[in-house]
C-alpha cells in the first residue's frame, strides 16, 4: 500500500476470516481484550437489540459497561460506547493511530494488512481498557468462530440470539452448519443461553455446549416467556416477572428474554447485580434502526431487515399493527442477500417499490433487484442514486394520504443514509 495509512484503506481487504491476524495485531497492543470482562453475543437477528438490552441492565446496575456493535447507521464512532455515549473525536482519532501503527507491524510480520472490521474490534479493546470499563458487551460482526471479536479465551457469558439463513456463501448453505459457526463463541466451561425458532439450530447449539462443557439455558426449556399487553412476561432462574417494553414489535420479546436469561446467568455466578434494576433497564431500551419511527406526519419507518427471516418478522408487524395501512418500500441491498424473498415477505404489505443502491460497495445489482419486484406484480420504481430514491419516496407520500407510510429497508447502509439526511445523529449520540 502506496499511500498513507488509513482506517478507510483496510476496507479494500474485506472480511477475512481466522483468528491469525486478530491476534496478531492485539499482540502488538500487549493485548488489551484480556483485562476485560465480556458478554459476547452472537445470532443471525436480533444480536444488536440483544446487545443494547444488556448493555442498558450492566449501566443501571452501576457498571461502567462499554458496548461494541456493527454496523453503524450514520457515523463510524456509534460503533464503540461506554454508559451509552460515543467514543469522542479525540480519543477515536487517538486510538486508531496507536491502531494503525500495530497494523503496520503485522503487515511486516504475516506480509498483510488486518482488515477494517479487526482494526475496528482492537479499537475498541484498546479504548475499553485504557477507560477501566468494568463489562464489555460485544456483538459479533459475521459468524462467530472466526470472526474477529472471537479472541476473547473466557467470556463471562455468551449468548446466541435466533440463527437463520445468512451469508451462505460464507458460513455454509445448512442453518446446522450456520449455527454451528455461529456457537464457536462458546468456549470451555463458559456459561450461555439462547433462543432459537429453528429446532434444527438448536440442536446444533446445544451439541456443541455439551461437547465444550457449557450451562447453556435454552429459551422454551430452563426459560419461558410470552405476549402481554405492552409488553411480556418472564419465567425461569430466579426470576418471574412482567416486563413492559419501550420500542415496538413483538419481535423484541425474544431479544429482550435472552437478555434477561443472560442477565440472571449472571446472577447466578455470583456478579453483584440486582435483578430489580431488570424492569427499569429493559423498559428504557431503544434501539436505533429497529422498527424506528423516523416521521410521524408523514409515517416513515426505518427497520433493517437484511435477511429472510427478519423480514418475515418485519412483515408481520407491519400488517399485525395497522392491517389496511400499505407502504412505499424504499429499498436496497447487498450482493449477498436473498432479496427476492425479501421481497416477496413483503409484498403483502407494499404499495409500490422504489429500488436504490446502497452506499457500499457490496451493492446488489439495482437492476436485479427491480427485476424481482417486477416479477412479483409490484410497481416499481428504479433510481440508483438513494439521495434522489429518498427524495422520490417521501414526494410521493405526501400524494397519497394518511393509510400508506415510506418504509425505508433491506441494507443497514442504506437505512443508515437515509436516517443522516432525514435526522441527522438525533437519537443516536446516547442510547
Known amino acids: 500500500m502506496k499511500d498513507k495509512l488509513t482506517l478507510d484503506s483496510l476496507e479494500q481487504f474485506g472480511w477475512r476470516f481466522g483468528l491469525e491476524t486478530s491476534q496478531s495485531l492485539l499482540a502488538e497492543l500487549q493485548h488489551p481484550e484480556n483485562h476485560l470482562r465480556v458478554v459476547h453475543v452472537a445470532g443471525s437477528n436480533g444480536k444488536g437489540s440483544t446487545c443494547a438490552f444488556m448493555a442498558s441492565f450492566l449501566k443501571q446496575s452501576g457498571f461502567k459497561t462499554g458496548l461494541y456493535t456493527s454496523p453503524h447507521l450514520c457515523d463510524i464512532r456509534e460503533r464503540f460506547r461506554i454508559n451509552g455515549r460515543w467514543i469522542s473525536i479525540k480519543d477515536f482519532q487517538r486510538h486508531s493511530r496507536r491502531v494503525l501503527s500495530a497494523c503496520k507491524k503485522v503487515k511486516r510480520k504475516l506480509g498483510h494488512y488486518p482488515t477494517h472490521f479487526e482494526a475496528l474490534t482492537a479499537i475498541a479493546f484498546s479504548w475499553f ?18 470472526d ?8 463471562a457469558l455468551a449468548l446466541i440470539a435466533p440463527v437463520s439463513l445468512e451469508h451462505q456463501n460464507i458460513l455454509g448453505k445448512k442453518i446446522e452448519k450456520i449455527a454451528w459457526e455461529k456457537a464457536g463463541i462458546l468456549k470451555m466451561g463458559c456459561w450461555a443461553a439462547t433462543v432459537q425458532t429453528d429446532p434444527k439450530a438448536l440442536r446444533t447449539i446445544e451439541r456443541v455446549a455439551r461437547e465444550k462443557n457449557c450451562l447453556l439455558w435454552v429459551g422454551g426449556k430452563d426459560f419461558r416467556f410470552g405476549i402481554r399487553p405492552g409488553g411480556f412476561y418472564w419465567e425461569g432462574p430466579g426470576l418471574k416477572e412482567n416486563i413492559r417494553l419501550a ?8 431479544n429482550a428474554s435472552l437478555a434477561i436469561a443472560g442477565i440472571q446467568a449472571l446472577l447466578a455466578q455470583g456478579y453483584p447485580m440486582n435483578s430489580q ?10 434501539w436505533p434502526g429497529r422498527l424506528e ?36 418500500v424504499l429499498n436496497g441491498f447487498l450482493k449477498d442477500k436473498d432479496y427476492s424473498a425479501i421481497c416477496r415477505l413483503l409484498k403483502p404489505a407494499t404499495l409500490f417499490s422504489i429500488v436504490t443502491d446502497p452506499p457500499s460497495d457490496r451493492k446488489a445489482e439495482s437492476e436485479k433487484v427491480f427485476e ?16 434522489k430514491a429518498l427524495d422520490l419516496g417521501v414526494r410521493k407520500l405526501k400524494n397519497v394520504g394518511p393509510k400508506v407510510g415510506l418504509l425505508i429497508t433491506g ?16 437519537g443516536l449520540e446516547k442510547i
Not at 277 to 284: A, E, G, K, V, Y
Not at 372 to 387: S, Y
Not at 411 to 426: D, E
Open 129 to 146: 481498557q485504557e477507560q477501566k470499563v468494568d463489562w464489555v458487551v460485544l456483538e459479533v460482526g459475521l459468524g462467530g468462530r472466526l
Open 148 to 155: 474477529a471479536t472471537n479472541v476473547i479465551s473466557h467470556p
Open 247 to 254: 420500542q415496538g414489535g413483538d419481535y423484541q420479546i425474544l
Open 277 to 286: 434494576d431488570i424492569q427499569r433497564s429493559i423498559s428504557q431500551t431503544r
Open 293 to 328: 419511527t423516523l416521521s410521524r406526519k408523514p409515517l416513515i419507518l426505518l427497520d433493517g431487515a437484511h435477511n429472510s427471516a427478519a423480514a418475515k418478522v418485519l412483515a408481520s408487524e407491519l400488517l399485525k399493527g395497522s392491517p389496511k395501512k400499505r407502504w412505499i
Open 372 to 387: 424481482a419486484w417486477e416479477k412479483l406484480g409490484v410497481r416499481t420504481f428504479l433510481v440508483p442514486q438513494w439521495e
Open 411 to 426: 441494507s443497514f447502509y442504506l437505512g443508515g443514509a437515509c436516517r443522516g439526511n432525514l435526522l441527522g445523529i438525533k
